[in-house]
């Protein structure tokens, strides 16, 4: 049997200095400085709201300051820094089969297929509908035989089932129908924990999640600045697991984030970093990804942008950033 190193997936690389691939810097190191150091300021100053009383008990056993009436936690510099340090640098995205295994690690690059479509049009009578449990099957097969998509993400969801246990029905329907590792979204921690009794089942034991994460479930804070009830319930349990971690924040820039870049960004980097901090509270060297969705917003409409020019400035700026913290990342748009 082949070992894992031998059989991991290791995509190209983007900006390595050898002549090859893609660097495209937006900020200077000082400009990158800056918006760190702003990051800090508004996590000890500001905090961030945390919805869910079991993170902030974790949260105050760190070392944050919790203001129990307002559920605001203020999060000093040192635990932001020390988070930022033992969150792993590599990171292993499990296959189901072990030949479509990826390592996200600095500046190697790969793809996966975009997610939570709500409508579809019909193969048969090109209408538009809703999407089935049976049409996320198909799309996942359609995904897993994509050499050039790595990871498979959830692309729509399944309408036919009760919303109440639809999550459980999107990961049975994933893990059915890929080898390739999966992301998709838990829903909340009671759900993540029925997700992880199927995936232990084929992992060989929920002990085993650890050695062989072929899921990741991302999870989103709400801007500006607020960690509802499952998005903590999900970093805890993922953390708890062994599973990877991935938090995704959608600051709009000009709508629910400064309208500036600079500004979003901080906002943006505030929340995925609390994030991270639960994580390795929970379990220190808990694999982290940080994740965005960040674009600007379409003042004429109110709605997000995510194909435009700013959007591409944007995730740019979050791969910089990423880079300085040596922590994977996931860009989506742009």
């Known amino acids: 049997m082949k070992g894992e190193q031998e059989v991991t997936k290791r995509n190209i690389k983007a900006g390595k200095r050898y002549g090859r691939g893609l660097e495209f810097n937006v900020f200077t190191a000082d400009e990158l400085n800056d918006i760190h150091g702003a990051t800090l300021e508004v996590l000890r100053k500001t905090g961030v709201f945390v919805e869910d009383e079991s993170a902030r008990e974790i949260f105050a056993g760190g070392g944050a300051l919790v203001d129990a009436k307002t559920k605001v936690v203020r999060i000093p510099s040192y635990l932001v820094e020390d988070a930022v340090l033992s969150a792993p640098e590599v990171v292993l995205l499990a296959g189901r089969n072990p030949e479509n295994d990826m390592l996200l690690e600095m500046n190697r690059v790969g793809f996966d297929c975009f997610g939570e479509a709500i409508q579809i049009i019909d193969a048969h009578t090109r209408k538009i509908r809703e999407p089935t449990k049976a049409d996320l099957a198909d799309a996942t097969r359609l995904v897993d035989s994509l050499d050039h998509i790595d990871i498979c993400h959830r692309s729509l969801g399944c309408h036919d089932v009760p919303p109440a246990v639809s999550v459980v029905h999107n990961a049975e329907a994933l893990l059915s129908n890929t080898t390739k590792h ?99 509270l929970v379990r220190k060297g808990a694999p982290f990804v940080y994740g965005s969705s960040t674009c600007s917003m379409d003042l004429r409409f109110g709605t997000a942008v995510v194909g435009n020019p700013e959007t591409a400035l944007l995730n740019a700026g979050i791969v910089q950033m990423t880079r300085n913290y040596k922590l994977p990342c996931q860009v989506a748009g742009g």
């Open 182 to 280: 999966i992301f998709m979204a838990a829903g909340s921690g009671r759900m993540l924990r029925q997700i992880l009794k199927m995936i232990g089942a084929i992992v060989g034991g929920e002990d085993k999640i650890a050695e062989r994460p072929i899921m990741t479930c991302g999870t989103c804070p709400v801007t500006p600045l607020r960690l509802p009830q499952d998005c903590c319930e999900i970093v805890i349990e993922s953390a708890r697991s062994g599973m990877v971690t991935k938090c995704l924040s959608q600051a709009m820039a000009g709508g629910s984030s400064p309208v500036t870049m600079a500004g979003t960004l901080v906002l943006h980097n505030a929340e995925v970093l609390s994030t991270c901090v639960l994580s390795q």
